[in-house]
């Protein structure tokens, strides 16, 4: 039997843990791209409906609109953000790939209770140390810090954009100040993002010099973790399980229900996809019409570690009835490349 002492040295540290980009509430930040390409990964968001513990039936809450409005929407638990299993030929070309994926399968025989992978983004990058309440760089030597920007798809067309509007006929993200902000809603980390003329950390050499030596000094190295989960299909299976369970339950009022089976789905080892298994399944049962995507907010950087993620939370409108601080094997100078000479 393995033993071990009571020791700081001996915690295992989770691979998502470096620091993200967070805003508080009203906050802005000033960063820049510290990498000219994000890492991404296509990966599931998997969510069940809370239920009510006295009568077991659905529970409800309240969200406002943009124009204002309210309106109730199914309360949901997050479950987790796993790396979808398929091929990324068949991803960029489908958007989907079944035959490798049990999330993808259930996707299609159940599209009220699960929705499509989707893209999601890593990028590093450095945040300056502004005037308080402000964008404004503060005086002295950059003060700079690196953190982890999780983007959805959404937020990435949306940084993709600025990049072109500021960087000319060939843009390069490395050149370019962001500024994020302000933040209107500290949970769902909604804020604005623009771009700025100036770039403090290409200004002059000791101000590049500051840059390279705090990204060298101080990063998250891989970023496919930040991305989602890594996840096997009995893992993934095991999800699926819970979730069309307790989708189930609520349509039997909270009344226990006999759990599906799914013994007859994908492979249930990484080793039958490895060997590309496809799918077998029977016909899906009906299910009650949610539409899972309708309350999809435009916010920032899904949780891959499971903590429920800030980037979007997916409402279903109402029934009718870390890693430790690391050196990259990349420099931060070959990233970004070099300051323009200077004559």
């Known amino acids: 039997m393995p033993r071990m002492t009571f020791s700081t040295d001996n915690v295992r540290q989770s691979d998502t843990k470096f620091p993200a980009v967070?805003?508080?509430?009203?906050?802005?930040?000033?960063?820049?791209?510290a990498?000219?390409?994000?890492?991404?990964?296509?990966?599931?968001?998997?969510?069940?409906?809370?239920?009510?513990?006295?009568?077991?039936?659905?529970?409800?809450?309240?969200?406002?609109n943009k124009d204002g409005s309210k309106r109730e929407?199914?309360?949901?638990?997050?479950?987790g953000s796993p790396r979808c299993l398929g091929s990324i030929d068949i991803l960029e070309d489908?958007?989907?790939?079944?035959?490798?994926?049990?999330?993808?399968?259930?996707?299609?025989?159940?599209?009220?209770?699960?929705?499509r992978p989707e893209r999601r983004f890593a990028v590093h990058v450095l945040k300056y140390s502004t005037k308080s309440g402000t964008s404004q760089v503060a005086p002295g030597p950059l003060n700079l810090e690196t953190k982890v920007w999780r983007m959805s798809e959404a937020r990435y067309a949306k940084v993709a954009q600025v990049i072109?509007?500021?960087?000319?006929?060939?843009?390069?993200?490395?050149?370019?100040?962001?500024?994020?902000?302000?933040?209107?809603?500290?949970?769902?980390?909604?804020?604005?993002?623009?771009?700025?003329?100036?770039?403090?950390?290409?200004?002059?050499?000791?101000?590049?010099?500051?840059?390279?030596?705090?990204?060298?000094?101080?990063?998250?190295?891989?970023?496919?973790?930040?991305?989602?989960?890594k996840s096997d299909a009995g893992q993934i299976n095991a999800d699926i399980k819970e979730i069309v369970g307790r989708w189930k339950s609520a349509q039997a009022g909270g009344?226990?229900?006999?759990?599906?089976?799914?013994?007859?789905?994908?492979a249930q080892s990484g080793a039958g996809l490895l060997e590309g298994a496809t799918a077998k399944r029977s016909e899906p049962e009906p299910a009650p019409t949610v539409d899972l995507a309708s309350g999809l907010d435009d916010t920032v950087g899904g949780a891959a570690n499971d903590d429920p993620p800030f980037e979007e939370k997916a409402e279903a409108p109402a029934p009718s009835a870390g890693?430790?601080?690391?050196?990259?094997?990349?420099?931060?100078?070959?990233?970004?490349?070099s300051l323009p000479q200077r004559s």
């Open 94 to 115: 489908r958007g989907i790939d079944n035959d490798h994926c049990p999330a993808c399968q259930a996707a299609l025989d159940y599209p009220d209770f699960f929705t």
């Open 323 to 337: 890693s430790s601080s690391g050196k990259t094997a990349v420099s931060f100078a070959d990233l970004m490349g």
């Open 35 to 64: 990498e000219p390409q994000p890492t991404y990964e296509w990966v599931h968001t998997l969510r069940k409906p809370k239920l009510s513990p006295i009568d077991g039936k659905l529970q409800v809450r309240e969200v406002t």
């Open 164 to 229: 072109e509007e500021f960087g000319g006929e060939n843009p390069d993200p490395t050149k370019i100040d962001l500024v994020l902000g302000p933040c209107t809603n500290a949970m769902y980390q909604n804020y604005e993002i623009a771009g700025s003329p100036q770039c403090y950390v290409a200004r002059d050499e000791a101000s590049w010099a500051r840059a390279v030596e705090t990204f060298e000094g101080n990063n998250a190295g891989d970023l496919t973790p930040y991305c989602g989960r």
């Open 22 to 33: 967070k805003l508080a509430q009203n906050e802005y930040w000033r960063v820049v791209i």
């Open 73 to 79: 929407v199914t309360d949901m638990d997050f479950v």
């Open 255 to 266: 009344a226990p229900v006999e759990q599906p089976d799914f013994s007859n789905t994908l």
